[in-house]
């Protein structure tokens, strides 16, 4: 075997690789499954699911379930991966949940995913670990086919990509929630911020704070500098025919509701108010076995 690297073709694997998950994820796990913000055929859905799922995110079901409850209990004591519940907890903690929490159930929450036989085939049902180990064992076997049919490098550089993709979205989940790493355009009742490096990492996804603002919107950037490649995609997709979008919200575009990062911020109330709900949502003892 030559342990020679070739740096040209490695990065070339590595960069294409690295775009195919991340927009696998953005594109794909995220505006379309999670939000449905545009629709899309189904050979390309499938397509981009694949890029997201080869870049171990687990079950497509489990993975937008988990995303609509954190829209649903943004910075609540329900919210998945806050980070007001804890820095690590929220950054890698929750994946280590072997069940779903009381209050979030796909079968009432993504029954639209449900219905799809093959997210269902990559999903583990209750037990959330043997989803995460479906997606583990498909992302390996699928960089051993690389290396017999390209060669180590290729499946080196693959696996590279998939593994830091992997990382984007939790490192996500923690900056994008936390005011001192970005700027507030719009005055959600929660704590989301616009970041500029996570969006470039993450094919304009960083600029979360208008997205919570607008999570049905499959556009997340407004500003002439917030440049947003993940829509450009669905946009060229749309062009091609490929793709219906429905109007990104004219308040996005327009900024009526934007004020720079000075915006008048009086969510604090708001916040506690969410936090004791949620808190007493709990305590229900409705809540307690049944899913
Ligand atoms: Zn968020
Ligand atoms: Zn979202």
Request: charged share 15%.
């Amino acid at each position: 075997m030559n342990l020679n690297l070739n740096w040209i073709e490695f990065t070339a694997v590595f960069s294409v690789m690295f775009l195919l998950h991340t927009f696998g994820i953005t594109f794909g796990y995220h505006r379309l499954l999670s939000h449905r913000s545009f629709k899309c055929i189904k050979p390309l859905e499938y397509f981009f699911v694949l890029c997201g799922y080869l870049a171990f995110e687990g079950s497509p079901i489990w993975w937008a379930t988990i995303h609509r409850a954190h829209h649903r209990h943004h910075d609540t004591p329900l919210d998945p991966h806050s980070p007001r519940n804890g820095i690590l907890y929220a950054h890698f903690g929750w994946l280590g949940e072997k069940r779903y929490p009381d209050h979030i159930d796909p079968i009432t929450q993504s029954q639209d995913l449900i219905k799809d036989p093959i997210y269902r085939l990559l999903d583990g049902g209750d037990d959330l670990r043997r989803g995460h180990h479906i997606s583990f064992a498909t992302g390996f076997a699928f960089r051993a086919l690389l290396w017999a049919v390209f060669g180590w490098q290729v499946a080196l550089a693959s696996l590279l990509a998939g593994l830091l993709v992997m990382q984007t979205p939790l490192w996500l989940n923690v900056v994008c929630h936390l005011r001192q790493f970005g700027y507030r355009s719009f005055a959600t009742t929660d704590d989301s911020v616009n970041c500029w490096w996570v969006a470039a990492l993450t094919m304009g996804e960083g600029w979360h704070n208008n997205h919570h603002a607008f999570p049905g919107s499959p556009r997340m950037g407004a500003r002439w500098f917030e440049v947003d490649p993940t829509w450009m995609l669905i946009a060229a997709c749309k062009k091609l025919g490929w793709v219906t979008v429905a109007n990104v919200p004219e308040k996005l575009m327009s900024g009526r509701a934007c004020k720079g990062s000075s915006v008048k911020d009086d969510r604090g109330l708001v916040i506690a108010q969410n936090i004791a709900a949620a808190a007493a949502e709990l305590k229900k003892p409705a809540l307690s076995g049944s899913r």
